[in-house]
């Protein structure tokens, strides 16, 4: 519950309590992909109706009279594995519970094997006017292996007919990394999707998360990590997505001039979000907490009228501003030089590394230093 926002109505709210971006978790998958660790399950036809309403109830518990959302983004799991009539059903409770009259970005994420042209439409004609669609790759032994429900084919097909309803924001997911995959299959999926014209581009490193098939084969030596290898990969994306346009904005992500998600961006720059749903994270001042990781669970715990929060965690400054300079060394801007007083003798080291580079207003990773973001990141928690 957003218990501590302003709720004046006054149109110019403004403060560490104020909230601009929701993130609404829809946990449903046709199938459970081996990889991913976020909270999914397969759908209960019985129980989504109930789950829509409830997701309804959260939000319009969490309201306030100074509640504008900027961004909205609908993940998972796999939303558009909702119904038609499911997804309409919370769209228009979107409309009818917040005013939506700042509202600039609403992406939802979409899996290849569940767009329709009606769902399209739909989204389309409801406001969303951003789609992720999770392609992953487009090598059909790759796709097999990731548990994927679709085929390379049948993503182009998708991604064209977003195209034909309308949307003029369309992000492609993909990953490198996977075990067994070649320089030369990576290069033909980067290929592929820049023929379709993306405006955004979300190229991840696959890492191996505890509670997944993966992780399992991994540590029983099935799959091995090779850093070097992922690092050509890396750099081969850098340069395919680049010759075709798409700039490198943050570690994984590359977007046309005026296509950056401005959602995300919000992480990135420590604002201030809502989750709306099971097992999402909201952080609101120095205040965070996550609902319960079980829909069900989540659905009953709204309909009583009580908190699907399973506790609050109250951060330090110090915690938010390490958070802050993690976050933000992974984007192109990076961040203010200022922040970095404190480590003068780690970044004068990067800098000699040619991890770094610095000027009086604002310190970046180099492209060496993007490859190893996280362990430099390490050394200023």
């Known amino acids: 519950m957003v218990e501590s926002m302003d709720e004046s109505g006054d149109d110019n709210c403004a403060g560490e309590n104020v909230v601009r971006h929701i993130y609404v978790h829809i946990p449903f998958c046709a199938r459970i992909c ?22 309804l109830g959260e939000l319009g518990a969490s309201r306030t009279n100074c509640f504008k959302p900027r961004t909205i983004f609908f993940g998972g799991g796999t939303p558009t594995a909702l119904t038609t009539t499911q997804v309409a059903l919370l769209l228009d409770g979107f409309h009818e519970l917040l005013d939506l ?11 290849p094997g569940s767009v329709s042209e009606r ?7 409801r406001g969303v006017n951003r789609i992720s669609l999770g392609v992953q790759s487009f090598d059909d032994r790759l796709l097999e292996l990731l548990g994927r429900d679709h085929s390379a084919a049948q993503a182009e097909v998708s991604f064209k007919l977003l195209r034909r309803a309308g949307f003029e924001n369309l992000n492609i997911d993909l990953m490198f990394g996977l075990p067994g ?5 990576w290069t033909q999926t980067l290929r592929r999707a820049v023929a379709l014209q993306p405006d955004h581009v979300s190229a991840y490193c696959l890492t191996y998360e505890e509670d997944t098939d993966f992780f399992l084969r991994h540590a029983r030596g099935e799959f091995r990590v090779d850093a070097e290898t992922d690092a050509t990969f890396f750099e081969t994306t ?21 296509f950056e998600s401005v959602h995300n ?3 990135w720059q420590g604002e201030n979000y809502l989750g709306i749903g099971p097992s999402a994270v909201s952080t609101v001042g120095l205040r965070r907490w996550q609902n319960v990781c079980d829909y069900r669970a989540y ?3 709204v309909a009583a009228g009580e908190s699907a929060s399973t506790g609050d965690e109250i951060l330090t400054p110090k915690m938010k501003r390490a958070e802050a300079i993690a976050l933000g060394l992974r984007t192109g801007a990076g961040i203010p030089a200022q922040w970095m007083t404190n480590w003068p003798n780690e970044v004068a080291e990067f800098v000699d590394l040619g991890l770094m580079q610095r000027d009086a207003r604002r310190v970046v990773l180099t492209p060496s230093g993007r490859l190893l973001a996280d362990s430099v990141a390490e050394a200023f928690v």
């Open 181 to 185: 995959q070649t320089l030369e299959q």
């Open 238 to 258: 850098t340069e395919v997505l680049a010759k075709a346009g798409l700039a490198q904005y943050e570690i994984s992500n590359f977007a046309r001039s005026g």
């Open 265 to 267: 961006r919000a992480y």
């Open 101 to 111: 009259s700042e509202l600039t970005e609403w992406t939802f994420e979409a899996n």
């Open 34 to 55: 081996p990889y991913c660790a976020f909270y999914k399950e397969r759908a209960d036809p019985a129980q989504t109706g109930r789950f829509c309403k409830s997701i």
């Open 299 to 301: 659905a009953d715990r």
């Open 119 to 125: 769902k399209a439409l739909l989204l389309r004609e």
